[in-house]
């Protein structure tokens, strides 16, 4: 488990990572979302204790980092898949982190069998290619036989098949009952992997809720219908008891509803369309929208401190209007 | 502040890297080499040597000629082990095994150090060997008052040289910043300062001038130091040590 609470990074003027408090759950692969620079590595950086929180703390199985004894142990991570000396072959990159933590010998085989590194052990890391890199990393956070594994965008990169393998893993890690934290600017990428989102923007939390509940209410499909005679075909649409909403320049939108069946209602009817289209909100759009709104949020508020709460609930608020608006 | 299983994962560090243990190589080849070539050099110029420069010859420290060079070498040593962990990026990854910044870089430096010293030992022993051998019949022996002690000393100055490099690429961090300050001043600005008159006086406090006069048996004519051998060597350790809190200091509180 890995417990942020009020997290904040300054730098100088910038403030990097903005009061911050989440819960990341054993038993998932919790998704760490936000757009580049939103903050996910400074976040990630300071949960190992490699950069120090301005304010607030972040604590593993309820101890601060550096109380950890032995703490490849309890946190593997994959930072960054070039944090290795090149010039050292991948078994005594592994060695050294091993002894270093305690950890016997006998686990460095172990790990770079399980990554598919063996061939390769006695090899100089430079020669590796980006995606055996990133695998050398993932040894490394896998050394411990840790609870807690932590990600830094570990698909960038990587080929198909390196990334069906990286989600494969992270599920089965977290289907062991392991924590599992990963970052990504990627929607998709989370879709298929994370139970859970966290969604950062600005370096404030913007959402924090399970994937199923994200899907549900943004991946929503509309039809969107302009008409020069919009009484008439709302009282049409009345009638059938379907409800539109209005949406931007004078069109109106209708959940759910299927085009066919509205097309054929106005041809009944004898209502004039213009457009009659069917429309779907990506969960890529929807956390666009999201993290767009906290841009616009945090320049009209400016200095006013808003508990993270309200934050939160505004921000869900406002993407569940705004693609009713057709935003 | 070093503890065991830190201790052997840096060996482990760096035993594994060639770049590391080569320099060392050079350090000892360099050093032997060089006081070789110059003590024969003298030796066979000895006929035309002033009077004055003959009564002074000291040929302990004629055979650590070569150090000058060598020292460059150590210096290359001592910055590559503690910055090559910035320059690629491997801090992180070392400090999120070893979160206790102290243990970390005292660790590693402890490791460092003692392979210096083993290095630097048998390169001062080697040098002073082939160095007499090749003084003739100008030679001194390590039972002479004041040679051993020089011997000794000058694996121990070897050994701070490197050392006081490993602190400032902890201050510095990046390789080039530090051996592009390290390098001329040992080769060149603390020569030029301790050779100007106005400058003498102040030069004398310098690490490596202050160190150096461990390795000599017999003082220098007309300049004696206000300090004994043990005396400079002491002035040498104050500048190591000053360099070593410089970067525990600056590791312990900056990002990585």
């Known amino acids: ?327 | 502040m070093a503890s065991v299983q830190v201790v052997r994962s840096e060996w482990t560090k760096i035993r594994s890297v060639a770049s590391t243990m080569w320099t060392l190589g050079i350090a000892a080849v360099v050093t032997i080499a060089l006081g070789m070539l110059i003590s024969a050099l003298l030796s066979r110029d000895w006929e035309h040597l002033p009077p004055e420069e003959r009564a002074a010859f000291d040929p302990t420290y004629m055979s650590f000629a070569g150090m000058s060079l060598g020292q460059l070498a150590m210096i290359v040593f001592g910055v590559l082990v503690v910055s090559n962990e910035y320059s690629t990026g491997m801090i992180r990854t070392s400090l999120a095994a070893v979160p206790q910044r102290g243990r970390l870089l005292f660790s590693k430096i402890t490791v460092a150090t003692a392979l210096a010293f083993a290095v630097g030992l048998a390169t001062s022993f080697v040098a002073f060997l082939l160095g007499q051998s090749m003084l003739g019949e100008h030679r001194t022996s390590l039972d002479e008052p004041g040679v051993l002690r020089a011997v000794v000393g000058g694996a121990l100055y070897m050994t701070l040289i490197a050392v006081f490099s490993m602190g400032v690429a902890a201050m510095l961090r990046s390789p080039m910043p530090a051996l592009g300050i390290l390098m001329p001043f040992f080769f060149l600005v603390s020569n030029i300062l301790s050779n100007v008159s106005a400058t003498k006086k102040v030069a004398r406090y310098l690490p490596d001038q202050a160190g150096s006069t461990i390795m000599q048996v017999v003082p220098r004519a007309g300049d004696a130091a206000p300090y004994g051998p043990w005396g400079g060597l002491g002035i040498m350790v104050l500048w190591v040590l000053a360099a070593l809190v410089g970067g525990y200091v600056l590791l312990r509180h900056r990002d990585a």
């Open chain 1, 1 to 327: 488990m890995i417990e942020l609470e009020a997290l904040t990074k300054r730098y100088g003027e910038k403030v990097a990572v903005n009061n911050l408090t989440f819960t990341v759950r054993p038993g998932i692969v919790t998704g760490f979302l936000g757009p580049n620079g939103a903050g996910k590595s400074t976040t990630m950086r300071m949960v190992l204790g490699l950069d120090r929180p301005t304010m607030g703390e972040v604590r593993i199985d309820g101890k601060r980092y550096d109380q950890l004894k032995d703490p490849l142990t309890y946190i593997g991570a994959l930072l960054d898949a070039k944090a290795v000396h090149g010039g050292r072959s991948a078994y005594h990159h592994l060695l050294c982190l091993a002894q270093s933590n305690g950890i016997p010998k006998s686990r460095v085989a172990e790990v770079l069998d399980a990554v598919g590194l063996t061939a390769v052990a006695r090899k100089k890391a430079k020669g590796f290619s980006y995606g055996m890199g990133q695998r050398l990393g993932i040894a490394g956070a896998l050394l411990g036989d840790p609870r807690i594994l932590m990600f830094d965008e570990p698909v960038n990169g990587l080929d198909p098949e390196g990334i069906h393998w990286i989600r494969t893993l992270m599920k089965s890690l977290a289907a062991q009952g392991r924590t599992v934290f990963v970052s990504s600017h990627l929607m998709s990428e989370m879709a298929v992997t994370a139970d859970h989102l966290v969604v950062i923007g600005q370096g404030r939390l913007l959402a924090d809720t399970s994937m199923a509940d994200f899907i549900e209410r943004n991946s929503r499909s509309y039809v969107r219908i302009r008409t020069p005679q919009r009484e008439r075909l709302l009282d049409v649409l009345c009638e059938a008891g379907i409800t539109a909403v209005d949406a931007d320049g004078g069109a109106l939108e209708v959940d759910g509803g299927k085009p066919e069946w509205i097309g054929d209602l106005a041809a009944q009817h004898q209502v004039v369309l213009h457009e009659l289209s069917p429309r779907q909100a990506s969960l890529e759009e929807a956390f666009m929208r999201l993290t767009a709104e906290s841009v616009e949020y945090h320049a009209h508020t400016g200095a006013v401190p808003v508990p993270d709460e309200a934050l939160t609930a505004s921000a869900r608020q406002a993407w569940g209007s705004g693609w009713k608006k057709g935003a």
